[in-house]
């Protein structure tokens, strides 16, 4: 882990096509489509350094002797990609979970939501599998399985913490999935468009394909406030307009074949705070012009 030297120090100015664009008054959300749009990040004392939302992993706080208290928004993912990934099931239990958001809660302070601790339906998830230096065990469940437990965990996590913010996941395959799941939770007695967000999972390999954005444009339809979870640019683009929030981490990719900012003494920005705010902006800016404002601009 390298600590960037200039953390401390004002940041490198944004493009200037990119602040025009955005309009200086840019703060959480995405002018033109009102999209909260956090910034996936690993570094969790960056919650000190920007007013900009923030999406981090339960597992990067909970690691941490001592938590900073968050200057703007965040959010907290529950990890469950890479949970699953390495050992094919959830080895941290709901309570655990629950204990873990709570000291986030007081410490870091008052987090958006928190993503339950969902079962994602990726192929590669499922059946395991090996893609470049990435190694999945797989669960070697059904979809409709991995549906299942995650609705029971939502439920087991709501009853244990109703006051943890602690958001409801869809998971699915297509579309007839994703409704299927929806009916599972209905049943279950949870309203989901009486929830103030809904995450959308398994979506993020597909966001820039046909099927993914039938998958949001669905959903979308049932009055959902949706989290597009792990979203690129070209998913953005598209269905950005139908998203409530975003989070990304395609600027750490991005950064990552690029050479550093002017002045920036590290290979590249692929952990750097200043990269990922300019990268953010311009992002904002690209979705403003691409899409009609609804019905007031989102103030300037
Ligand atoms: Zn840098």
Redesign the pocket.
Known sequence: MTQ?S?LGRAHPKPHPHALARAGRRELSTAPATGMRFYLTTHKRHWVRLTDKPLFLKSEHFVNAVKLDQAQGPYAVDSGGFSELQRKGRWTRTPRQYVDDLRRIWECVGPYDWAAQQDWMCEDLIIHGGTVGTQHFVGTHLSVAEHQQRTVANFLELRSLAPELRIIPVLQGRDVPDYERCLELYEKAGVDLRREPTVELGSVCRLQSTRKGADIVAAMATHGLKLHGFGFKTLGLEKVGHLLASADSAAWSYH?RRRP??AG?T?K??AN?L??ALNWRTRVLGTLAVSHQPPQDGGGA
């Open positions: 960037p200039h950064a550093p900012i920036h590290h590249n920005c750097c200043p990269y």
